[in-house]
Each structure stands twice: as structure tokens, then as C-alpha cells.
């Protein structure tokens, strides 16, 4: 553990050296406020006018916060982690290759699956990170209202989850290649068809729909943000985790059987 956890510390270190790490949670920060400031004024507009509603004797159905707020909120901000995570593991083999520097490791005392944990764990630490940046703007809505904080929980695990899954496919991708532009662009377009292979079920037999319905990687994510943790999104995340994982122990085994 104390290999893994050195590792972890020298990625971080290098996120933290270079602008990528400042950038992406300057960047992630701003995308996330700009949902947010966005959602919360359709969310007030939509309170006044059911204030004017109940002013002329009506009896709207009052808004629930948790799901026309927060829970839009984590959809969005959702969004954005497609968008960037890719850019976070487009470096983590890639950028070895590059320079070189891939040999030193290979041929140290460490296993590859220390090096794949530390490197993942580096990734993920700054992930967490990006997200608690955005706890500011959660923050406020306790401040002044009253959201179901079992809701927030919910959501920020599923995110942390979902995140995960992005990064850890990210990270098989660029351990097979040289490039790190080549990484960002196949990690973001197998997340996205993994993002939108729901989207066909409609078209498709009932268990065909069932099946692309069970591989997206969105739907898993929509009760989290909704506040309801089911063990089976629970499994879904782990699982597709541990097999990206798994890929790119094979793929660094591959690499070294080469050099």
C-alpha cells in the first residue's frame, strides 16, 4: 500500500507541477457554477410564479427542490465530467510512453498493479477535488433553503462512481498509446457511446433494450442523483472500474512482454 500511495503522490505532484491540474479544476469550477447559476434562476423563476398562482386562489403543486434543482444539477454537472475527464487520463501512460520514462517503471520493484493503482488513485484524488469545489454552491442552497441532504449524498457518490468508471477506462486507453491527444479523443468517444447506447433501446427488442439500457453509463447514474442508492448501480460502477482496471494490467503486461 505504501508503493501505491508514493505512486498516487508522484501523479499528483505532476497534475500539480503543470497548469493541467489548476486548469481543469478552474475549468471544471466555472462550467459547474455556470449550471448552477443557470438551474437556480429557473428554479426562482418558477417559485414567483407559483407565488402569483397562489396569490389568485390557485393550488400549484409546490416545487420540490431536490429534484428541480439539485437533481438537474448533477445531470449537468455530469456532463461536464465527460467532457474533461478524459483530458485528466489522456497523460497517465501516454506521457510515460513519450518520454520514456515507461522503461524506468516497468523495470522497477514495483508491481503493475501498484503503478496502475497509484496512478488511478492520483487521478482520482484530483477528481474528488474538482467535485468539492462545487460543495460551495450546495453549500448556499442550504444556507438559504432547506434540500434534502440525504439527496446531495446521493449524488455527489454517484458522481465520484461514475467518475471513477470514466478514469479508470481512461487509463486503459492510454496505456496503449503514445499520444496523448490520440488518448483524450478514443477515451471520449467510447464514453460516449457508452453515454448515449440508451438511446437506441427504444428501436430495439425488449431485451435488446434491456441490455443497452444495463450498459449505459448515464442510467446508472439518474437514481443517484434522484437520492436513491441502489446496490445494483453500486455493482455496475465497481464492476466496470475493476474491469478497466483489468485491461490495463493487460495492456502494461503486453508492454513490458514487448520491452
Known amino acids: 500500500m505504501t508503493n501505491v500511495l508514493a505512486i498516487a503522490e508522484r501523479e499528483l505532484r505532476a497534475y500539480f507541477a503543470s497548469p493541467i491540474a489548476w486548469m481543469m479544476i478552474g475549468l471544471f469550477a ?14 426562482v423563476q418558477a ?20 429534484q428541480q434543482l439539485i ?30 520514462t ?12 501498484q503503478i496502475i493503482m497509484g496512478k488511478y488513485l492520483g487521478a482520482l484524488t484530483l477528481y474528488a477535488v474538482m467535485l468539492l469545489v462545487t460543495v460551495v454552491h450546495v453549500g448556499v442552497l442550504f444556507f438559504y433553503g432547506e434540500p434534502e441532504w440525504r439527496t446531495v449524498v446521493s449524488g455527489y457518490l454517484g458522481m465520484l462512481l461514475m467518475g471513477g468508471a470514466f478514469l479508470s477506462l481512461g487509463l486503459f486507453i492510454s496505456s ?32 435488446t433494450a434491456a441490455v443497452l439500457r444495463h450498459l449505459s453509463i448515464i442510467e446508472h447514474f439518474d437514481d443517484f442523483a434522484k437520492g436513491v442508492i441502489d446496490t445494483g448501480h453500486l455493482v455496475y460502477y465497481l464492476s466496470f472500474i475493476a474491469f478497466g482496471l483489468f ?5 502494461v503486461d503486453t508492454e513490458r512482454w514487448r520491452g
Open 102 to 113: 515507461i522503461e524506468l517503471l516497468l523495470t522497477s520493484p514495483l508491481t503493475d498493479w
Open 30 to 43: 466555472l462550467l459547474a457554477g455556470v449550471f448552477y447559476v443557470t438551474t437556480l434562476a429557473y428554479f
Open 176 to 207: 496503449t498509446t503514445k499520444n496523448q491527444i490520440v488518448a483524450a479523443a478514443m477515451t471520449f468517444a467510447a464514453l460516449l457511446l457508452l453515454w448515449t447506447v440508451s438511446w437506441f433501446a427504444d428501436s430495439a427488442s425488449p431485451t
Open 71 to 100: 437533481r438537474p444539477l448533477f445531470l449537468n454537472v455530469s456532463v461536464v465530467a465527460l467532457f474533461m475527464l478524459p483530458m485528466l487520463t489522456m497523460r497517465t501512460y501516454a506521457e510515460e510512453k513519450r518520454s520514456g
Open 247 to 251: 485491461l490495463t494490467a493487460k495492456s
Open 47 to 66: 417559485s414567483m410564479q407559483m407565488d402569483s398562482f397562489a396569490a389568485m386562489g390557485q393550488a400549484p403543486q409546490p416545487l420540490n427542490i431536490n
